[in-house]
């Protein structure tokens, strides 16, 4: 089982990135997608969500209208598009898979974003 990020990088504020989670080794379509953040000094937190088969996302308040969570269960990947970046979106971007009623789930090892200018 892998979950590999990628897309992170060194932003200005105001600008965009497309992070993007590659799933391998299990049924990605039976599985829900998360990206969570980790800042320095702060705890993990829950940034957006998509199921299964994409029909609904959930978003924290403090992305919500600047990040959009997708999948592409044909290529098991999910994706996080985001805009209008911010200082305190500094973190590093987890994704998780975790399957409803089964008790497994799985993580990324992470990719960092830096916004600065």
């Known amino acids: 089982v892998q979950l590999v990020e990628s897309g992170g990088g060194l932003v200005q504020p105001g600008g965009s990135l497309r992070l993007s989670c590659a799933a391998s080794g299990f049924t990605f379509s039976y599985y829900a997608m998360y990206w969570y953040r980790q800042a320095p000094g702060k705890e993990r937190e829950l940034v957006a969500s998509i199921t299964s088969a994409g029909g609904s996302t959930d978003y924290a308040d403090s992305v919500k209208g600047r990040f959009t969570i997708s999948r592409d269960n044909a290529k098991n990947t999910v994706y996080l598009q985001m805009s209008s970046l911010k200082a305190e979106d500094r973190a590093m971007y987890y994704c998780?898979?975790?399957?409803?009623?089964?008790?497994?789930?799985?993580w990324g090892q992470g990719t960092p974003v830096t916004v600065t200018s």
């Open positions: 998780k898979a975790r399957r409803p009623g089964f008790g497994l789930y799985y």
